[in-house]
């Protein structure tokens, strides 16, 4: 066990208000994001960061999670989802930088938003490595610093105000690559300031390429350090025109392009502009059962 940490401050107001304002997110994709994360925890799972327990409805293949938070105010609101969860969830006020657990005691460790808050993500993620199994598995969603400069600008601006009145949440880190330091990194889907993806203490023993040629279109990450092969390229394509069985819709076609360009690539879909214009205007056109079995675009 490392030393401990100053654990962040009690946030009781934004505890209250947590729910409310994550539920409009919920439905335009965060959840059914968190569900697939949670899916695929299996084993012993501690959850860092588990605030008000929006992730315990969906560890369905997990055989305990021990869930961790530094707010109290936060556990109190997830004993309720804590007793109806599909496994038994243990709830623990802890810091994450200084995890009180030995080494290699989770199978996998999960983070659903909670790197944004976290006072030392770096230490925490180190923690992370640490009492994970050697074969053990992180699974993160988070949100992230935009690629797009100008948004990037924005989010630095705002930081310090919005950490102030969201509990310690910082828009702007770049957690992939705090994640990467201390894990390989193996799946990574980003869709604007918004990822999801899973990583390794160490490289599996099959092939990187065969890993990547396997996944998903969704799956598919752009990675810095994701191996590259023109067979494994080949059958990524393949894999990705087998899973269009159905076409999208002319309308959404030329309607995305130009959507994407008035507002930035990053804000379409991190606002949901993207579910709203399908909605509002793809669904009436027919073909929207299409989409739904495909994803966000």
Known sequence: MTPSHPVKREHPVVAAFYDAYMWPQELMGFRRQRERMAGEATGRVLELAAGTGLTFPFYVHAEEVVAIDSDPSMLKRARRRAATAPCPVR????????????????????????????????????????????????????????????????????????????????????????????FDVDRLWRKGIIVQGSARRARPQSSAADSLADARPSDIAIYPHAPSCPAAIERIGANCCSGLTEPPTRCWSSIKPVARRAVGSDWFHASGLSILVRWSIVRPCGGWLAWARQGLP
């Open 91 to 182: 709830l623990l006020q802890a810091n994450a930088e200084s995890l009180p657990f030995h080494d290699g005691e989770f199978d996998t460790v999960v983070l659903a938003f909670g790197l944004c808050t976290i006072p030392h993500p770096e230490t925490a993620v180190h923690e992370a490595h640490r009492v994970l199994k050697p074969d053990g598995r992180l699974l993160f969603l988070e949100h992230v610093r935009s690629h797009r400069r100008l948004h990037a600008r924005l989010q630095d601006l705002a930081a310090p105000v919005w950490s102030g009145l969201a509990g310690g949440c910082y828009p702007n880190r770049r957690s992939v690559d705090t994640i990467g330091r201390h």
